[in-house]
Nanobody, 123 residues
Framework: QVQLVESGGGLVQAGGSLRLSCAASGRTFSFYAMGWFRQAPGKEREFVAAISWSGSNTYADSVKGRFTTSRDNAKNTVYLQMNSLKPEDTAVYYC?????????????????WGQGTQVTVSS
C-alpha cells in the first residue's frame, strides 16, 4: 500500500503560481512512477503530468511549458510547480502513483490516489 497526501492548493490570480506537494508513505517510493491528475466541476478527470522513477517527465499539452513536476526520493515527495496559471486550470488536483508510467499517461489511471487539493484560479 502507498498513502499519498497532497498539500499546497489554494486561491491564486490568473498569471500567478502555486506549488503542490505530495508526500508518500508505505512501500518504497522510488520504485513508483508518480503523477498528477485534475478534475474540474462537471468534467472528467484528466491527466496533467507524470514523472518516472528515473526522473523522466511527461505532460499534458494543456500544461506544457507552464507546469513542472519533480521528485525528491529522499523525502518521499513529488512536486507540481504551476506557473502562468489560467482560470481553466481550476480543479481538484490529485496525486497518483503507479508501477508503470503508461498506466497514467496512456490509461488515465493509477494504482494509488491522494485525497485531492483544490486549486482555484481567479480571472
Amino acid at each position: 500500500q502507498v498513502q499519498l497526501v497532497e498539500s499546497g492548493g489554494g486561491l491564486v490570480q490568473a498569471g500567478g503560481s502555486l506549488r503542490l506537494s505530495c508526500a508518500a508513505s508505505g512501500r518504497t517510493f522510488s520504485f513508483y512512477a508518480m503523477g498528477w491528475f485534475r478534475q474540474a466541476p462537471g468534467k472528467e478527470r484528466e491527466f496533467v503530468a507524470a514523472i518516472s522513477w528515473s526522473g523522466s517527465n511527461t505532460y499534458a499539452d494543456s500544461v506544457k511549458g507552464r507546469f513542472t513536476t519533480s521528485r525528491d526520493n529522499a523525502k518521499n515527495t513529488v512536486y507540481l510547480q504551476m506557473n502562468s496559471l489560467k482560470p481553466e486550470d481550476t480543479a481538484v488536483y490529485y496525486c497518483a502513483a503507479s508501477t508503470r508510467v503508461a498506466t497514467m499517461t496512456q490509461g488515465g489511471n493509477a494504482d494509488y490516489w491522494g485525497q485531492g487539493t483544490q486549486v482555484t484560479v481567479s480571472s
